[in-house]
C-alpha cells in the first residue's frame, strides 16, 4: 500500500503479530472498564460493596434471604468499613521530617477531632469513623427553626456558641496563614470541610438580620448525664439574641468567623463565600448597634464573656475589612480599640493573658499591626508575646519541663494558641528578626510539649504514651450513665488535646479529670494553626488513607436465668441489653426468641399446640408469640418490645427486663435439651448466645440454632457490664451547677470530732498553690445499722479567703444530685490557724438518706468574683499530698450539730 508516496507494504507475520498486540490491549482496557465500575461509587453515590442505609438503620438488612446469621455478619463487616466510598485521594508527595515530632500526622489528627465533635444529620459518605451517627436531631423544633449542625462544645453535648464561633474564625485564620501547608499534606479538603459545617451552622442560627440562636442545650442539664451524644433523650432548649435583648459578644465572634470563612472559601467556592459574607456583615451591624451582653445569659457560668464585646467587635471588623476591602469596618475596628482591657491601674493594654475564646483582643491587634502598621498595635502585641515567649524580666510562670503556664483549666489550649499567634508575628516582615527566632523558638517549644517532649504525649491517639482516658462522654462510650461503666474508652478520639498539666508538670489521665483531661473544640482551634506551621518547617507524613473505623464490638445481648421450674414448666428471666456503640443507637423494635427443641412431645404424639406461654413480668412492654416453627423439631417463641425505647442511655434505658413461662398443661416438661436453656441455672442472669435479639427483624445479636451444632453449653461473660464495688461513682460532671454562698460570721473553738457511724474522706482536686478555684472532693459512708439523714449532715471547709471579693460556690456532681447539695460561707471571728471564713456544705430534703453500707460524693468548687486567685498553700484545710480519697483531719463533719469527724481550726 502507497500513502502520499510512501510505501506500507506488511509481512504477513508483521500483520499477525500486530493484531495479537491489538487484542491484548482491547481486553486490557475491558478489564480496567470492569474494575471501575466494581469500584467507583454508582449513581447513589455509594459503592457496590457497602449498605445504601441510613447510618441509623444499619442494622436493617433484609430478613428475606433467610439467613439472618450471615446478615449479621455482613452488617458488622460494613459498619467496620463504614465511609470506605469516600475513597481518599492519594497524598501528595511529602519531604522527609527535620523535627522531632511528625508534625503532618498531628496535623491530620488535629483536623480529624471536629469530625468528632459534630452534631447533627452526619453524611455517612464523608464519616472517616463507624462510631458516631446522627445526634441532636429534634435541635431548634422547641422554637420551630432547624438548628441541627454545628459542634458539640467539648466532652460534654451543649452547643455554646460563643466558643464554637472562636474555634471557627481561628482555624479559618490558620487556612488563611498556611494555605500551603493544608495543601501540602493534603488536609486542605478536611479542613475546609469542617469550617463549612460550623459556618452552615451559624447562619441557621441567624435567622433574621437582628436575631440570633447562640445556644443549644442547656448546661447544667447536659452536664447531669454521662452518655454518647446518639442517645441523648434530654430536653435541649434553645436561647436567642435579638434588638431587644442583645448579646454583642458572641453575634460579633460570628461575624468573625463568617467573615474569615468567606475569605477562604472565596475561589474554590463564590456563591457560598457570598453567602457567608452577607451573614457577617449583618451580623457585624447587628453587634456593633446593640453593644450590650445583656440577653446573653443562658451561658452564664459556662462561657461568659469577662472581657466584654469590644474585642470581638474589633476583631470582627478586621476580619471584614480584610474581606471587603470597605474602610468603614477598619476604622470601626481600630475605634474599639481603646475600648480594650486594660492592665490594673495602667492605661497599658492587657497583655498577661491569653487570645482565647474570650479575649481576642490580641488577635485584633496582630491584624491591625499588619494592616495599618501602627506602633499602637505592634508594641502592644509584642509586650504581650514577650511576656509568654520570657522575653524580658516581666514573664509567664514556666513549668520544670518548659511549658508556658497560664492557668490550671486547659493549660495547653492557652500555650498552643500563644504558639499559633507567635508564629504569624514572626512570619511577618514587622517583626524584628532577632524577636521574629525568639517567637519561632518558643512555639516550636510549645508545640513539642503537647506532642511528647515532656516524656509523654498530650494529643490522644498520637505519640508516646498519649492520653487514654479523656473526659469524653461519646469517646467513652457509657450505656449506663456513668464514667465507670465501662472501665475504659471504647473508642479513640483522635488527635484531641488535652486540657494538660498543671504548673509542676504533673498530669492524671483519667476520665472524671474535667480540669485537666477535657477536650474541647477551642483547645484544638490553635494548636492547629500552629502544627500547620510546624508542618512547613520540619515536615513530617500524614497517614496515607487515615481513617478510624473499629472492630465493633457485641452490642445487643440477652442476659438469662430461670426463675423457677417444675416437671411441666419453665419460667426463664430475660433482661435485653443495647449497649451499641458503633454508633450509639436506640431502638423501638427490638425483640429477642427463645428456641426449644420439642422432640420428645412430637416422639409422644403431643405438638406445640399442648404447651402454653405466658409474660408474668413485663417491664417494657413487651409482647410474647405463640409457639411458632423454626426447622425441623426446633420451635421458638419472640418476645417482642415493639414500641417501647431501649437506648443505651442509662440504667433503665439500657436493658428491660421480662419473665416468661413455658408450661405443658398435665404433661411432662423438661426443657434439658433446649437450644435457648443451654447455660442457664437458677441465680444469677448469664448472658448467653443462644438467646439471639433481633432489631425490626433482623439478628443483631446472638446465634441461631443452625450456627452452632451440637449441644454443649458455652459461657460468655459480659464486658464490664457489672457495676463497680462501693463506693460507686456514677459520673462525674465538667462544668458546675452555680450556687451563690451566703455570708455570715461565726466564732469558732477548735475540738475535734468523736467517732460516729459515719466514715468522711477527703481530697483537694485543685492541688496548685496558688489558683483562682478551690476544688474539693467528699466521700461519706453511712458504716452504721441505721439510715442517715442528709439533711442533718454538715461538711465545713476552712480556708483564708486572702481578700473582700464574694465567694461562689459550684456543685460540679453529687451522687445525691448537684441542686441537692447547698453552701453557706461562714466568717471566723477572730481568726484561727490560717482560717478566716468556712464553707458549710450541706444537704436538702432532696438528698433523702445515706442508708447503711452505701456511700455518696460531693465534688464542689470555690471561686471568687473576678475569678481572683486563692493562696492556698497556708489553708488550713488545704492538702496537696493526697490524689486520691483518704482520711483528713483539718476537714469536719458534723451531724444533727455534733462534730463527729475532724478537728476544727
Known amino acids: ?136 436531631l429534634k435541635d431548634g423544633s422547641d422554637v420551630g427553626v432547624d438548628l441541627t449542625g454545628g459542634w458539640y462544645d467539648a466532652g460534654d453535648h451543649v452547643k455554646f456558641g460563643l466558643p464554637m464561633a472562636y474555634s471557627a474564625a481561628v482555624l479559618g485564620w ?121 440577653g446573653y445569659t443562658a451561658a452564664e457560668g459556662f462561657y461568659k464573656s469577662w472581657s466584654g464585646f469590644y474585642d470581638e467587635l474589633s476583631w470582627a471588623g478586621a476580619w471584614l475589612y480584610l474581606a471587603t476591602s470597605e474602610s468603614s469596618y477598619l476604622s470601626k475596628a ?126 490522644v491517639g498520637y505519640g508516646k504514651n498519649p492520653p487514654e482516658h479523656p473526659h469524653h462522654r461519646t ?20 488527635g484531641a488535646l488535652v486540657g494538660g498539666p498543671g504548673n509542676d508538670d504533673s498530669y492524671k489521665d483519667e476520665i472524671g479529670n474535667y480540669t485537666n483531661n477535657e477536650v474541647a473544640c477551642d483547645y484544638n482551634a490553635g494548636f492547629t494553626g500552629a502544627l500547620a506551621k510546624m508542618y512547613l518547617l520540619y515536615g513530617g507524613s500524614p497517614i496515607e488513607g487515615f481513617k478510624a473505623f473499629e472492630k465493633v464490638e457485641e452490642e445487643f445481648f440477652v442476659e438469662a436465668s430461670v426463675n423457677a421450674s417444675a416437671s411441666n414448666f419453665v419460667e426463664i428471666k430475660a433482661v435485653l441489653n443495647n449497649i451499641s456503640g458503633w454508633p450509639a443507637r436506640s431502638s423501638k423494635k427490638l425483640s429477642f426468641k427463645y428456641f426449644m427443641d420439642l422432640s420428645e412431645f412430637i416422639k409422644g404424639g403431643k405438638g406445640p399446640a399442648s404447651l402454653k406461654v405466658s409474660l408474668n413480668y413485663n417491664q417494657g412492654g413487651a409482647k410474647i408469640s405463640p409457639i411458632k416453627q423454626f426447622k ?85 461473660n459480659a464486658r464490664n457490664t457489672d457495676a463497680p464495688k462501693s463506693p460507686s461513682i456514677s459520673r462525674q460532671i465538667n462544668t458546675p451547677t452555680r450556687n451563690n454562698g451566703i455570708n455570715s460570721s461565726a466564732s469558732s473553738a477548735g475540738k475535734s470530732g468523736a467517732s460516729g457511724n459515719i466514715n468522711l474522706q477527703f481530697f483537694n482536686s485543685v492541688p496548685a498553690s496558688r489558683s483562682n478555684t478551690i476544688g474539693t472532693k467528699f466521700l461519706l459512708s453511712n458504716t452504721g445499722v441505721s439510715s442517715i439523714k442528709l439533711t442533718d449532715v454538715k461538711l465545713r471547709y476552712y480556708f483564708t479567703s486572702d481578700d473582700n471579693k464574694k465567694n461562689n460556690f459550684w456543685c460540679d456532681w453529687s451522687t445525691v444530685g448537684n441542686d441537692a447539695v447547698i453552701c453557706k460561707f461562714v466568717k471566723i471571728i477572730p481568726v484561727k490557724n490560717k482560717a478566716d471564713c468556712y464553707a458549710e456544705i450541706g444537704f436538702t430534703k432532696k438528698a433523702s438518706t445515706l442508708e447503711p453500707g452505701k456511700s455518696i460524693e460531693v465534688q464542689v468548687r470555690l471561686t471568687k468574683d473576678g475569678w481572683t486567685d486563692y493562696e492556698q498553700s497556708g489553708d488550713y484545710s488545704f492538702t496537696a499530698a493526697s490524689n486520691g480519697y483518704s482520711k483528713w483531719d483539718k476537714v469536719t463533719l458534723y451531724l444533727d450539730g455534733k462534730l463527729v469527724s475532724g478537728i476544727e481550726p
Request: aromatic letters at 12%; hydrophobic letters at 35%; glycine letters at 8%.
Open 1 to 136: 500500500m502507497k500513502l502520499n508516496g510512501l510505501d506500507f507494504r506488511v509481512s504477513r507475520k508483521e500483520a499477525k503479530r500486530f493484531l495479537i498486540v491489538f487484542l491484548s490491549l482491547l481486553v486490557i482496557l475491558l478489564l480496567a472498564l470492569v474494575v471501575k465500575q466494581m469500584v467507583l461509587p454508582g449513581k447513589n453515590g455509594k459503592n457496590t460493596y457497602t449498605a445504601s442505609s441510613k447510618i441509623s438503620d444499619r442494622n436493617k438488612v433484609s430478613s428475606s434471604t433467610g439467613d439472618n446469621n450471615s446478615a449479621l455478619d455482613n452488617i458488622t463487616s460494613d459498619r467496620e468499613k463504614m465511609g470506605t466510598e469516600n475513597i481518599e485521594e492519594r497524598l501528595p508527595e511529602q519531604q522527609p521530617a527535620t523535627g522531632n515530632f511528625n508534625f503532618g500526622e498531628a496535623l491530620q489528627k488535629s483536623i480529624f477531632f471536629y469530625e468528632c465533635q459534630r452534631s447533627g444529620n452526619l453524611d455517612e459518605k464523608k464519616l472517616r469513623m463507624n462510631w458516631r451517627g446522627d445526634s441532636g
Open 174 to 294: 490558620g487556612v488563611y496563614e498556611y494555605k500551603d501547608a493544608y495543601e501540602k499534606s493534603g488536609q486542605l479538603k478536611y479542613i475546609l470541610d469542617n469550617i463549612r459545617w460550623a459556618a452552615d451552622y451559624f447562619m441557621k442560627c441567624h435567622t433574621k438580620p437582628d436575631e440570633f440562636y447562640y445556644q443549644v442545650g442547656n448546661g447544667n442539664t447536659d452536664h447531669g448525664w454521662w452518655g454518647p451524644a446518639e442517645a441523648m433523650n434530654m430536653e435541649r432548649p434553645s436561647y436567642k439574641v435579638d434588638k431587644s435583648n442583645p448579646g454583642s459578644t458572641v453575634v460579633a465572634e460570628t461575624s468573625a468567623a463568617l467573615a474569615v470563612t468567606s475569605i477562604i472559601f472565596k475561589d474554590s467556592d463564590p456563591q457560598y463565600s457570598a453567602k457567608c459574607l452577607k451573614h457577617a456583615r449583618e451580623l457585624f451591624s447587628f453587634a456593633d448597634s446593640t453593644k450590650s451582653d445583656s
Open 334 to 459: 481600630e475605634g474599639y480599640a481603646a475600648n480594650w482591657k486594660k492592665e490594673p491601674q495602667t492605661d497599658t493594654i492587657a497583655y498577661k493573658w491569653a487570645f482565647c475564646w474570650d479575649d481576642v483582643h490580641n488577635g485584633a491587634e496582630l491584624l491591625l499591626a499588619r494592616i495599618t502598621k501602627k506602633p499602637l498595635y505592634k508594641e502592644s502585641l509584642e509586650n504581650h508575646l514577650d511576656y509568654w515567649a520570657g522575653i524580658g524580666a516581666d514573664k509567664i510562670k514556666y513549668t520544670p519541663k518548659g511549658l508556658a503556664w497560664l492557668d490550671q483549666w486547659g493549660s495547653l489550649r492557652y500555650s498552643t494558641t500563644e504558639a499559633f499567634l507567635a508564629s504569624i508575628y514572626a512570619d511577618w516582615k514587622g517583626c524584628s528578626k532577632d524577636k521574629g527566632n525568639k517567637y519561632k523558638e518558643f512555639a516550636k517549644k510549645q508545640i513539642e510539649y503537647a506532642l511528647g517532649s515532656s516524656g509523654r504525649s498530650f494529643v
Open 475 to 494: 469517646a467513652h462510650g457509657s450505656w449506663s450513665d456513668s464514667q465507670t461503666i465501662p472501665n475504659h474508652h471504647r473508642h479513640v478520639l483522635y
Open 632 to 716: 425441623g423439631n426446633i420451635y421458638y417463641v419472640t418476645v417482642d418490645f415493639d414500641g417501647t425505647e431501649i437506648s443505651p442511655g442509662g440504667q433503665s434505658a439500657f436493658k428491660k427486663e421480662v419473665q416468661f413461662r413455658i408450661a405443658a398443661e398435665g404433661d411432662t416438661f423438661n426443657p434439658e435439651n433446649d437450644y435457648s436453656y443451654q447455660g442457664l441455672s437458677k441465680g444469677a442472669a448469664v448472658k448467653t448466645i443462644y438467646i439471639p435479639v433481633y432489631d425490626a427483624g433482623v439478628k443483631v445479636g446472638g446465634k441461631e440454632p443452625d450456627e452452632t451444632p451440637g449441644s454443649k453449653a458455652e459461657s460468655v
